[in-house]
């Protein structure tokens, strides 16, 4: 296959690779934020400390991580049919792209606003603060580059996931991949494909480390 054959299969496939991962991003947290910080409040000594809630929604969070993805895909077909009206297509993928990482962005959210001072947060019960005021003043700003860390490697993982799932018809530069690659034994263009995706992965690094260190610098100098 030429080059003026693969470019227009490689752009295609790019956009809708980055249509699947923006939107399942959107949509993991979303669904992963406050999922984790329901794990750390509701934790032993947390502010809203509740061990059968927090035992429950540990166990979901758990059970959903386990699960392989390409099996999680195939499950979810019914449940995406009845949401999107189909289960093919970059639309479509955006469900089980987002229902799988969810629970893998709630765990690293749950890590992350561990990580804040509690002296923090006792210094602002003090002064009167409520929950809401502790989480929005206090969890979130301090946990913020570790979270801007979650979600950098969170995408990756989306990147991964929206590869898989072009195996299924979710479009995507899986799906080109596969269809123009290994089906047609065209090494050419599966190595393309793999430099794209190595492109795309590497710049996604590099925009969140340097979000990170941003952050990093101002919360030192504040």
Do not use: C
């Amino acid at each position: 296959m030429t080059w003026s054959q693969m470019q227009p299969l490689l752009e295609q496939g790019t956009l809708d690779t980055l249509y699947m991962v923006l939107w399942s991003t959107l949509v993991t947290i979303l669904g992963g934020l406050p999922l984790g910080l329901l794990l750390v409040l509701t934790d032993k000594g947390g502010l809203l400390q509740n061990r059968p809630v927090n035992k429950v929604v540990g166990v979901i969070v758990n059970v959903g991580r386990s699960l392989p993805f390409i099996i999680l895909l195939i499950a979810l077909i019914p449940f995406t049919t009845l949401v999107v009206g189909t289960f093919i297509g970059p639309t479509a993928m955006i469900v089980p792209l987002a229902v799988g990482a969810i629970p893998f962005f709630a765990r690293l959210v749950e890590t992350s606003v561990r990580e804040v001072d509690h002296g923090l947060v006792e210094a602002v019960q003090s002064m009167g603060g409520g929950i809401p005021t502790i989480v929005r003043k206090v969890l979130l700003p301090q946990a913020l580059p570790s979270l801007v860390s979650a979600v950098t490697t969170t995408v990756i993982v989306l990147i991964g996931y929206s590869a898989m799932a072009g195996v299924v018809g979710g479009e995507g530069l899986g799906s080109k991949a596969v269809t123009y690659g290994y089906n047609r034994f065209d090494t050419t263009f599966m190595l393309t494909t793999v430099a794209v995706l190595i492109a795309i992965v590497t710049i996604v690094q590099l925009i969140g480390d340097g979000v990170v260190r941003l952050l990093a610098r101002r919360g030192r100098t504040a």
